[in-house]
């Protein structure tokens, strides 16, 4: 499973603008990729910040929402009025959460040249404090 919190932060009186691209993903997303367990967006305590919760089956489903053509077709228009985004990946604790844990997969087998890439930018980085030894 493969589970992110995404940190964005949106140019002054964009704001309208960026919920409607994130109201278009969150239905695309939802309605088109089976391997998506939470795609889901809030406004932060301080003005222009946003977060989302992304979580899929696995790794390659959230390579298959990165290559997707909603999220393709949005990405420009994200970098446009974003002054930042910073991706976190985060891990489910079991007792406190129906999600499994996080885990980077290899390259799927059959990859293109995009998910080959985007597999490299957006590697799912875990840390060795999440696992109980």
């Known amino acids: 499973m493969a589970t992110l919190l995404a940190h964005i932060q949106v140019k002054e009186g964009r704001e309208a603008e960026f919920e409607a691209i994130a109201a278009k993903l969150y239905g695309e997303t939802h309605r088109n990729e089976t ?32 290559v997707s053509d909603h999220h393709e ?14 991706l976190e990946w985060v891990d489910p604790i079991g007792e406190s959460s129906p999600l499994p844990a996080t885990r980077m997969q290899e390259i799927p087998e059959g990859a293109d040249e995009k998910t080959m890439l985007y597999h490299k930018l957006f590697a799912a980085v875990t840390q060795a404090w999440w696992r109980k030894e």
């Open 73 to 86: 077709e949005a990405s420009p228009g994200i970098r446009d009025i974003c002054i930042d985004v910073k």
């Open 35 to 66: 391997g998506c367990l939470r795609y889901e967006y809030w406004r932060g305590a301080e003005p222009g910040f946003y977060y989302s919760l992304l979580s899929f089956d696995d790794f390659h489903g959230f390579l298959r929402h990165q």
